[in-house]
């Protein structure tokens, strides 16, 4: 496979906010130095570190797309999940520093110099890192086929469903979410410290931002614990893939319905009962007719059937809530 090919099957988001927090960490960091804000300092880390994140996150997810194999029958879906468990591991260890940069700011606070530029700098990053978590927001939409369109429906849509998202993109909606108010506190730190000579609040902006990055690395991480573990699909998702089933008219109930989320692909495993009289040779033609039409379906991976005749019981009756 060449590398064109190999990167296409990354996701979308990561590699926007890979690209666009390079250039974010680049332009901070130079502010930084000229400057010598804490607060400065503080986002040009958390820049530099959802660069690495995403960049990271995006070839895990692009690994991820592998086809199974013989020796990884399920293929490789949960790859993306120790991927962005590395991830987690590089916010926190961000975010440690950036706490112990404001303690420091706190205890020993000092005047930066070019406020303009620091002004300057932060009213581009939120720009950026809006237009990422916008983007973000999208994908979000498209991945939850909620058909979303316009700005207020998109946010709307995105905060609803972003559980049911795939784990790069759910990280880039975390992550930005938190770089964009990131950004608006430390122009805020910057401004006020400025102006009423309280030269401390500089490091309490770069304290907040550092206790941000602790709560986005738990939430991340709990997230894609489980997803490594392997855990059972969104209730909206089982409602789905059941309907599918039941769609086709030879099938009358679902004995049993289990469905494991692997990454961004689902793994199907039920018990379908059909209509009494059928030849084995007649229900085995349904039972490839099902799966193959689960297949259509560009969320679903893998789905394995059983078939049984009907024992006149209605067993599905719905998702229990």
């Known amino acids: ?65 592998r086809a199974p194999t ?54 581009f990053a ?18 939850t086929r909620s058909h979303a369109k316009g700005v207020r429906i998109v946010v709307k849509t995105a905060f609803k469903n972003v559980g049911l998202a795939s784990p790069p993109t759910r990280l880039v909606f975390y992550e930005d979410i938190i770089a964009t108010f990131g950004a608006l506190l430390a122009l805020v730190s910057i401004l006020l410290a400025h102006f009423t000579g ?17 709560g986005i690395a738990i939430k991340i991480g709990y997230e894609n614990t489980l997803g490594l573990i392997g855990v059972a699909a969104p209730i909206e998702v089982e409602e789905r893939v059941a309907s599918i089933i039941l769609s086709d008219p030879d099938v009358v109930d679902i004995n049993k319905l289990r469905i494991l989320q692997e ?16 030849s084995l040779a007649v229900a085995d033609d349904i039972k490839f007719r099902v799966r193959d039409l689960l297949l259509q379906d560009q969320d679903i991976g893998d789905v394995t059937l059983g078939i049984l005749e009907t024992d006149k019981v209605q067993t599905w009756k719905g998702v229990e809530t």
């Open 1 to 65: 496979m060449s590398l064109i090919n190999f990167l296409k099957r990354g996701n979308k988001s990561s590699g926007i906010a890979a690209l666009g927090n390079t250039i974010l960490a680049i332009v901070k960091g130079i502010a930084a130095a000229l400057s010598g804000s804490g607060a400065m300092m503080a986002t040009t880390l958390h820049s530099l570190a959802d660069a690495l994140n995403q960049g990271f996150v995006f070839i895990g997810s692009a690994l991820a797309e």
């Open 70 to 123: 013989k020796r990884f029958p399920t293929g490789f879906g949960r790859v993306i999940n120790l991927f962005v468990l590395i991830a987690v591991i590089v916010i926190s260890i961000m975010a440690y520093e950036t706490l112990h940069k404001g303690w420091e700011l706190i205890k020993h606070p000092k005047e930066s110099t070019d406020l303009l530029l620091n002004v300057g700098v932060m009213l």
């Open 126 to 143: 939120v720009l950026i890192d809006g237009f990422i978590l916008y983007k973000a927001m999208k994908e979000i939409a498209h991945e």
């Open 198 to 214: 309280m030269y401390f609040l500089d490091g309490v902006g770069t304290l907040l931002i550092g206790i941000l990055l602790v």
């Open 263 to 278: 990454g961004r692909k689902y793994h199907v495993e039920s018990y379908i009962e059909l209509k009494e009289g059928y």
